[in-house]
């Protein structure tokens, strides 16, 4: 098997990306990291994490169809993997599966990341409170709702990897949950922008496999325990290129399925946020409400988008103590 090559995208190109994807309501952030060939990383881990798991056996039909899918993607991710992150304090045997942003063209989790290299900055937050960490690197690009610049549409793919991935992943980590030290009903999901839509595309798909199940971890439940998405993006009817714009941006995207099993759910966004809106938050907060499942909505002034784990200077400095009080405050670790 070849070696794994990590590709460090030009940050110019990647600032021209965003810039585009912020005009059309995208959510792709800067810093973004990928891969330029066909096998699963396997660098040593330097930046704290323990080990990098591979979702899908070498071969897999959900492996090999993804492969064509991307094929004529010049930067494509391939082989998804997660990255452990074991506690650096006593472990609350709780574990939450981060996925990075990056507009589902990328995975920004670069050197600039407000995530940190391989989101050693979130899964360092984590770690520290006894939380272990799994940073999920999910295939990229256009894997999930994205904007096609050149037709200026949103764009749904024909096959839903980063859904897959993520599914395929929540069930791993559970199916091996007593190897990492986790209780399996204490594992939840994490993600920032384009991630936040997969945290809460994850955990409100939970009732069927968006893959024909392949082995034992499949049999594991993949519904998460608790949800916290980060400025999520793609979550009103805008993105099924509705219009006019003014009433799609009041409904909640018909991809997303609603129901009272939705597992408690925390959102986090900004008032300024001019990727993606806080709107799209109240929207789903809304719906949430509706079915009857417990859900927070924290809006801060200030914070803009993909602040991360990095402090700036604004309010949402303090959103991740915020996320920790209400984790303790669903028993949660």
């Keep these: 098997m070849p070696p794994s090559i990590i590709l460090l995208l030009n940050v110019a190109l990647v600032l021209a990306s965003s810039s585009a994807a912020l005009a059309s309501g995208g959510d792709q952030e800067p810093a973004a990291i990928s891969q330029s060939t066909n096998a699963p990383a396997g660098s040593p881990p330097t930046v704290g994490y323990s080990q990098e798991v591979p979702l899908w056996p070498e071969g897999s039909k959900v492996l090999l169809d993804g492969m064509r899918a991307l094929a004529h993607e010049k930067w ?3 082989h998804p993997t997660y990255l452990l992150y074991p506690p650096k304090v006593s472990s609350s045997r709780t574990a939450i599966l981060v996925f990075p942003g990056g507009g589902y063209k990328a995975l920004a989790i670069g050197p600039d990341s407000t995530l940190g290299l391989y989101g ?3 899964c360092k937050w984590l770690t520290d409170a006894g939380i272990t960490c799994v940073l999920v690197k999910y295939r990229v690009p256009n894997t999930g709702c994205n904007w096609n610049s050149e037709t200026r549409r949103h764009e749904q793919p024909d096959i839903p990897m980063a859904l897959q991935d993520a599914q395929r992943a929540i069930s791993l980590v559970r199916h091996n949950a007593d190897a990492y030290d986790v209780d399996p009903g204490r594992i939840g999901v994490m993600g920032f922008s384009a991630g936040g839509n997969l945290a809460v595309l994850s955990s409100t798909a939970f009732n069927h496999r968006s893959y024909e199940p392949i082995d034992e971890v499949d049999q594991v439940s993949s519904r998460p ?8 993006g793609h979550l009103t009817m805008e993105h099924k290129n509705q219009t006019p714009k003014s009433i799609a941006a009041q409904e909640l995207n018909t991809e997303i399925e609603i129901s009272s099993d939705v597992p408690p759910t925390l959102l986090i966004h900004a008032k300024d946020d001019a990727v993606d809106p806080a709107y799209y938050s109240r929207v789903y907060e809304r719906e949430l409400k509706k079915a009857g499942v417990s859900v927070e909505l924290i809006l801060y002034e200030t914070g803009g988008h993909a602040f991360g784990v990095r402090k700036q200077g604004k309010d949402t400095d303090r959103w991740t103590d915020d996320a920790l ?9």
């Design 120 to 122: 050693a900055d979130v």
């Design 225 to 232: 325990d608790f949800a916290i998405p980060v400025y999520p």
């Design 325 to 333: 009080q209400w984790l303790h405050g669903i028993h949660v670790p």
């Design 76 to 78: 494509a991710w391939t």
